[in-house]
């Protein structure tokens, strides 16, 4: 097969896989980032404690994470359907997407501000700071760690991405797995997976250089 006739395959799943892993990634970040506010302001000893709703995040963000992603996709098939309106494509493959880096980020931001000095909450405190000031203060504590949390989930996405390629969800994956595999074509499947690996260089790259600017320690 010409090599023209390979990107006229590849190609078009590139923005697809891209979709499947900025989309999910924001609407992650959207969703994770409350999520580990209130996993970490409840939790025991915390700055306003609450063991239930504690127990319901934190038991969330635990049966999510233990869900490998392709069983993840399988089993939310009926939420794609319901909210996208079909169970296949790039579109559907968004919500398990979402579903298997919401709570991936919702428990790196409550790692990170476990790790936070408490002499800074304790400063904070001190000063008269409201809870809601004092998670500011967390927020800007943690934004180099959390730039690079952020980079390892969009990472994750890639590999996620490609799984949901196995079950219809588009993307290099499923022309990886179509044409590599099924049809036994290994130029494209090759092609397919340098892209994969230039996608995560570049995002891995990304972060990296965003995490040295804002770094001041």
Do not use: C, H
């Amino acid at each position: 097969m010409r090599f023209k006739e390979i990107m006229d395959i590849v190609l078009p799943a590139l923005p697809e896989t891209i979709i499947m892993i900025l989309v999910p990634a924001l609407i992650a970040l959207i969703i994770g980032l409350p999520w580990g506010i209130l996993s970490f302001v409840t939790r025991p000893k915390g700055l306003r404690e609450n063991k239930f709703i504690y127990t319901i995040t934190n038991g969330l963000i635990n049966i999510f994470r233990s869900m490998p992603a392709i069983i993840l996709i399988i089993v939310l098939a009926p939420l794609s359907r319901f909210i996208i309106g079909k169970a296949i494509g790039t579109e559907a493959a968004l919500v398990p997407l979402t579903f298997a880096a919401a709570p991936f980020i919702a428990r790196l931001y409550e790692g990170y501000f476990l790790e936070v000095d408490s002499g800074v909450i304790e400063a904070a405190k001190s000063m008269g700071a409201s809870n809601f000031d004092i998670v500011k203060v967390l927020l800007k504590e943690t934004v180099p760690a959390a730039i690079l949390g952020v980079t390892t989930t969009i990472i994750n996405l890639v590999g996620y991405s490609a799984m949901a390629g196995a079950l219809g969800g588009g993307g290099l994956g499923d022309i990886a797995i179509r044409y590599g595999y099924q049809r036994n074509q290994l130029d494209i499947l090759w092609i397919s997976v340098a892209l994969i690996v230039i996608i995560v260089q570049i995002v891995q790259f990304t972060g990296n250089t965003i995490y040295k600017k804002v770094n001041k320690k």
